[in-house]
């Protein structure tokens, strides 16, 4: 049987309200394909999506974050928007890069 052709890299947005849980899916989804081999929460304010100083001191996203995995052989990248309304404009932004938007309600 052939195998099935790689495709290029691909790269999702995840967008969706705020707190609707887009930086703890994003930390699952970088656990599940072995990128981190732990895998944090926005309480403890340890997730690789809110890594900065303000989004951990705040427990809410503060900017766009962009993490890079691998799953089934193929090279995916995950942008994380923050869901705030006063930082829509991260979000509009990221979608016009990315191939599929998941919207995370
Ligand atoms: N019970 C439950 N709590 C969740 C789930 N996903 C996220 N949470 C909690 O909901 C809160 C918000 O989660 P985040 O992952 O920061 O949500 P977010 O959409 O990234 O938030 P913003 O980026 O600030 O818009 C945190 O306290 C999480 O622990 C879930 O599936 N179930
Ligand atoms: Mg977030």
């Known amino acids: 049987m052939a195998e099935k052709a790689k495709s290029g890299p691909r790269c999702v947005a995840l967008v969706g309200p705020y707190l609707s849980g887009k930086t703890t899916l994003m930390e699952q989804l970088l656990f599940t394909s072995g990128a981190i081999n732990r895998r944090g929460s926005v309480r403890e304010g340890n997730t690789v999506g809110d890594h900065s100083v303000e989004a951990r001191a705040r427990q809410m996203s503060t900017e766009l ?3 890079s995995t691998e799953y089934l052989g193929e090279s995916w990248t995950i942008l994380d928007c923050p869901g705030s309304i ?3 404009h991260e979000a509009q ?12 309600a």
């Open 65 to 67: 974050s962009t993490t």
């Open 86 to 88: 006063e930082l829509a």
């Open 93 to 104: 932004t990221a979608v016009l890069a990315a191939d599929v938007a998941v919207v995370v």
